[in-house]
């Protein structure tokens, strides 16, 4: 471009331009319906609302207020969408407000961080999930998720997982006892728990699936832990058509690798019409604030 094309004017004009004053009145959203959040992933979110799904996005308004599964919404919708794939842009709905929430579960990145961040809301307990090998159990952390329950008013129920792998062609002598230890250590601090594990190689089922199934029924569950513990496994073989994916655990580093990206609550009308249980991504560190103000 050669300098004489630049327009001075409308340089000169929007150097002085400022916004409008806004109104301080916020909108009423008087046709809002209330609805609760089944899925979140990357920014979208699913709604229920009298038995129908709305696929929906936030409202510019709730700024960055953070929205999660079981959240209890406010949202408007001009279009009924049963089916997230069928959604188009000019379908969704918008999150206008976020109930307040009778209890939350909440994770820092460390315990410096400046804030909380909530992973599920509503929920009557938390399922942590940990693997008695592969990833190895640790205490530090299974101690974080059990504050972090106990701040948001939720019950912790630890599922140790992959009892099946606890022998000796896996890990030593050593290794069991002191599994077996910390164990027993959890239970005698009264917390409750259940053990489980693949019955067979195949993989289909889970030795104690029946005590799983009555720890679900007539609550709403958070599944949380490490990554590669297991989580989305259990939810599978409880919701059949769940679909979620799993993924073996890394065998140089011993880690889960983060395979599920998105939270997802699953309806379990088989245990009775209250059973919802939640899927969340597995992580590999746990933050508690000291002050927890959610
Ligand atoms: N041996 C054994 N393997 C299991 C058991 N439960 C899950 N696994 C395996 O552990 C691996 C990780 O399982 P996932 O269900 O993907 O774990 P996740 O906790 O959902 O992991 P993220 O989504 O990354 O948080 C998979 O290869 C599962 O087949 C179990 O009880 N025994
Ligand atoms: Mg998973």
């Not at 599964?69 to 049963?82: W, Y």
């Not at 290794?175 to 009264?190: I, L, Q, T």
């Not at 880690?255 to 590999?284: C, E, Q, W």
Request: positive net charge; charged residues 25%; proline residues 2%.
């Amino acid at each position: 471009m050669e300098t004489d094309d630049y327009d001075y004017e409308s340089y000169e004009r929007a150097k002085t331009r400022r916004n409008n004053p806004r109104t301080k009145i916020s909108p009423m959203h008087k046709n809002s319906r209330t609805g609760t959040v089944i899925a979140v992933d990357r920014g979208r979110y699913m709604i229920l609302s009298r038995k129908t799904t709305h696929y929906a996005m936030r409202s510019s308004a709730l700024k960055s207020e953070k929205i999660v599964c079981g959240d209890k919404v406010k949202f408007i919708a001009d279009k009924v969408v049963s089916n997230a794939q069928n959604a188009k842009h000019d379908t969704l709905a918008r999150i206008v407000e976020v109930l307040k929430r009778k209890t939350y579960l909440c994770r820092a990145l460390n315990d410096d961080d400046v804030n909380d961040r909530v992973i599920a809301a509503n929920v009557n307990q938390a399922i942590i999930c940990v693997a008695l090998s592969n990833p190895a159990p640790r205490t530090n952390f299974i101690d974080r998720m059990i504050k972090s329950c106990v701040n948001g008013g939720v019950e912790p129920i630890i599922c140790w997982t992959k009892n099946d792998l606890l022998n000796e062609d896996n890990v030593s002598s050593e290794s069991h006892n002191s599994v077996m230890k910390m164990v027993k250590c959890y239970e005698n601090r009264g917390l409750k728990s259940i053990t489980i594990g693949f019955e067979n190689e195949g993989a289909k089922k889970i030795a104690n699936f029946k005590g799983v199934q009555k720890l679900l029924k007539d609550k709403k569950s958070v599944f949380i832990g490490e990554s590669g513990v297991g989580k989305s496994t259990i939810i599978n073989l409880l919701v059949p058509n769940a679909n979620r994916v799993t993924n073996e655990v890394n065998e140089v580093t011993g880690k889960g690798r983060h395979t599920s990206s998105s939270s997802k609550m699953y309806a379990l009308d088989g245990l009775g019409n209250g059973t919802f249980i939640i899927d969340t991504p597995g992580v590999r560190s746990w933050g508690v604030l000291q002050k927890n103000d959610s």
